[in-house]
């Protein structure tokens, strides 16, 4: 049995919100930890243009950073959305009337725009500044280039091409949904991979402020424009802008191959996205330039290597991101991986196998659910089915709340496990689809009924006690100014 930094050096390969995170909680445990980063100090250069700016921070990922103590700091940067904001199909004037689809009943039901940078930033000054404990030190513009297990030797490529190995006794793998740290490992034999490519990628374009710094669409919702095979997305950003994310089939006839030409993507944007010419006069060019990504889940095992290594975050589990979930389950997991190392102090081998066996199962149901819940936002938000379902949901969730929680809700603000949020989800569905059967309207719905069929549910599962309703501001007025649209 080994314990942590027992035989060597402690060691994270990657400085995103996983290995940023986990950083500060090794730090707490009293360990000396150094984080290889390939990339340059965000800090100090900006290098998040074009690739997923800004991200819906939600119970998950707020539990850990009330947990570490970051919390005052995060509220000063985030936006909250309380709700999807649908614009409709229409070539007609501002682009129709646009409707808000709350997320929830209660004032605490809200996710939180947060900019990648800001987060990360946030993370990294307070691994630094980590006193009293262990400490943390960046190195960055270091690529991790090959793992020898071995010899227990890293070799990393700096930005100038020359290279240096540092010797570990454990490293994390924190080098998120292509990790190398990951390859090393699977080169050992053990553990396996699969990663599932999606047919739709993404492209962001950002929706600048109007001419007087001010937002020009609702900053506290998500917009959607649901176009059925494709949609477009956008998130408030502190400084006024948005960031929009188009989500579209790859190849075939509405999708990133037919978009080949300007004058193509003029009329797409005009016929599709009607109330943004206006807002974005360079969407055409932005669209020219940005980089379009692409999206993939990937599932493994195998997650550690005796004492020697364990991958964590989207290096273990990556999802599409629909859910708006992917940075939350990591820094759920890496909540997760710090009390695993806590029970299990002198067994540092064992711990990581517990981590597996605990989050495995909530890392594979997320990335169901998160590949759901893309057909729910381009399509099911503008389905008279859907609505009526959801609206249900919300319904018998207010009448019983210690019983019943939309799907939605239970992913997004509740800390249950995800794969009890899914089989509750399907249960639950099963009684909407009952109780809504020839029913136009909730009004016509036969709530005695509901209530003997929600009788028979398991009560829903406590809070953790860190997720506080409320801990990040719910009613933060917009940074800036809303226009009048
Ligand atoms: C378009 C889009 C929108 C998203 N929206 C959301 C959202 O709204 N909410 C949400 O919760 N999640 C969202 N996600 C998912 C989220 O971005 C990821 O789940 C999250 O970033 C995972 O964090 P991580 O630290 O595990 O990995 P990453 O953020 O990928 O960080 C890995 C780090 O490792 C570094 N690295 C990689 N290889 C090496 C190497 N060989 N050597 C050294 N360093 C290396 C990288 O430079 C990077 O800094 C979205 C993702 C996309 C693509």
Do not use: C
């Not at 946030?122 to 262990?134: K, P, Q």
């Not at 998120?176 to 090393?184: L, N």
């Not at 940005?290 to 997650?303: D, I, K, S, V």
């Amino acid at each position: 049995m080994t314990a942590l930094g027992e035989n060597g050096p402690v060691v994270i390969v990657g400085a995103g919100p996983a290995g940023a995170l986990l950083s500060i909680y090794l730090a707490r445990q009293g360990h000396d930890v150094t984080v290889y980063e390939s990339r340059p100090d965000m800090r100090q250069i900006d290098i998040s243009a074009g690739r997923s700016i800004n991200l819906a921070l939600a119970t998950r990922g707020i539990v850990p950073l009330v947990d570490v103590g970051l919390i005052d700091k995060i509220d000063a940067i985030t936006i909250p959305m309380k709700g999807r904001m649908i614009h409709p199909e229409s070539t007609e004037g501002d682009g129709g009337p646009l409707t808000l689809q709350p997320y929830g009943r209660a004032d605490h039901e809200v996710i939180h725009s947060i900019a990648r940078t800001d987060l990360n930033s946030i993370l990294m000054d307070a691994a630094e500044a980590a006193t009293g404990t262990g400490s943390v030190r960046f190195e960055f513009e270091h690529r991790l280039r090959n793992v020898d297990f071995d010899r227990s030797e890293l070799r990393f490529e700096r930005a100038d091409g020359s290279e240096t190995t540092v010797g570990f006794g454990t490293v994390f793998g924190a080098d998120g949904g292509g990790s190398d740290v990951r390859e090393a490992m699977l080169a050992l034999g053990g553990g396996t991979e699969d990663t599932e490519w999606l047919d739709h990628g993404y492209k962001e374009i950002t929706i600048p402020p109007g001419p007087e710094g001010e937002f020009q669409l609702d900053p506290t919702a998500l917009h959607i424009w649901p176009r059925g095979e494709f949609m477009l997305i956008a998130l408030a950003n502190p400084s006024g802008d948005f960031t929009a994310t188009l989500f579209a089939p790859n190849d075939g006839p509405e999708s990133f191959a037919a978009l080949s030409d300007p004058s193509i993507v003029e009329s797409f944007f005009a016929e599709q996205f009607h109330d943004l010419v206006t807002l974005v006069p360079d969407a055409v060019e932005q669209f020219q330039e940005n980089p379009t990504g692409r999206l993939a889940t990937m599932r493994a095992t195998g997650w550690s290597a005796g004492v020697q290594a364990v991958v964590v975050g989207d290096a273990a589990h990556a999802i599409v991101p629909f859910h708006g979930q992917g940075m939350n389950l990591a820094m759920e997991s890496v909540r997760s991986l710090d009390r695993h190392l806590r029970e299990n102090p002198a067994d540092v081998a064992r711990a990581f196998e517990q981590f597996e066996v605990d989050r495995k199962p909530s890392a594979d149901a997320i990335a169901d659910m998160a590949l759901d819940n893309y057909i729910e936002m381009r399509a099911g938000v503008v389905d008279p089915d859907y609505m009526i379902k959801r609206e249900l949901a919300l319904e018998l969730g207010q009448r019983f709340p210690d019983k019943i929680s939309p799907r939605y809700n239970m992913v997004m603000f509740s800390t249950m496990p995800y794969q009890e949020a899914q089989s509750r989800a399907a249960r639950q569905a099963e009684l909407l689809t009952d109780l809504v059967s020839g029913a136009s309207s909730i009004a016509d719905v036969d709530f005695d009924r509901a209530a003997e069929l929600v009788e028979e549910l398991a009560p829903l599962p406590a809070l953790d006690p860190l997720a506080r309703p409320g801990v990040l501001s719910t009613d933060a007025p917009p940074r800036l100014p809303l226009r009048e649209v």
